[in-house]
């Protein structure tokens, strides 16, 4: 049997490897900072540019009815609440320290873990049925004048695409999110299964 | 410059060619463990700030190389099939005797289980235990018992393959 000390020896006689340039390290990092907050800039920019949008329809065009104030007004909360909790989830995130030891990353991820699914199932189903009842009193006064034929194509085309996005976009883009935390997670605890043996 | 700058590109050149060698002991394929040096320095760039001495700076190197590359490959398992006969062992006539050796152990390192991987390559590094312990979080007693075990088999590995 080989001895370590004699491994050990042609361990060391390795010679240095050419490796990447530290400028190419240091570029690379801070693009990759730029594009994430560019990420939260573009999230941050969508809000900022749908509330106006809605208090600009509200204030410009003089609706008759309080229903609709009162639908614009959902509106402008949903959008925002939501906007809020995804700005919170996507700094926590950023926040969980893959320096610690695994135990603590493992613990910091459970956590984030367990807020994502409360927003993926309570929070989005909320804001669905808000943002729904939003449109429904917004389309009261609205849809008023159209023809029965086209608030039915209207209203099918509005439920189709509702359910579309919720049943089908939604529920794909959140197990995406899953899927990627829950890897994270089944590797620290392998890799703490594997110290433990 | 920055003293940032400055103080990365230190930790840089003299930690990189350890990381990489750690690296390349876990996967035991070079474009990967390139890749994985990128990340890890990545990331000492964008906590360095946060590093605030608690333990020594080798130790929280060797912390983020080890999670980093337990994290990185089982986020890419599909794409990260490693073939150590063709990225690796490039063991031929053409190659001198000591290549062939180093070549040699890496295969029977990438034999290991994962985090024996890690644990063995820090200690061909000279790490003490103290710091390995202190990385991978395992008790010093407990440590010193799988790297009895981990020396053996690895030795064993590698006279098995000498003898082929």
Redesign the interface.
Known sequence: ????NT??E??K??K??T??D?SL??A??KK??ASYTNKVLVQVATLVLVLPFLIWIGTAINFKMTSTYIGLGLMFVCITGFSIVRLFQMKTLREI???????V?LNQLEKYYAFQQIVSTKISLAYFIILNIAFGFYFIEVMQPMSTMLKSIFLILYIGWMLVAYLYIGKKQKQKEYG?IQ??M???K??EE??E? | MSST?NQ??DL??NY??KV??LCLGYTGD?MLA?DL??EV???V???LE??RGESQVST?IY??TV??C??YL??NKKQTKIDLEKNVLKISEETND?EN??QL?YKCISEL????RLIITLL???VPYAEIAEV???SEGNLRVKIHRI??Q???I??KH?RI
């Open positions: 049997m080989k001895e370590f491994l050990q042609i361990w006689q390795q240095q490897t490796l990447p530290v390290i240091i690379k990092a990759e900072k320290d893959f320096t610690q030891n695994p135990t990353s990627r890897k994270m089944d590797a620290i392998q890799i594997q110290y043996k | 700058e990365f590109k840089y050149s990189s060619q990489h060698r070079s390139d040096l990128q320095f990545i990331k760039w964008e906590n946060k590093f929280w912390r983020i999670n980093t337990l994290l089982r986020a000591t050796q180093i152990l289980n994962e985090a024996d061909l590094e000279e991978t979080s395992i020396k053996q690895l030795s064993t590698y006279s000498e």
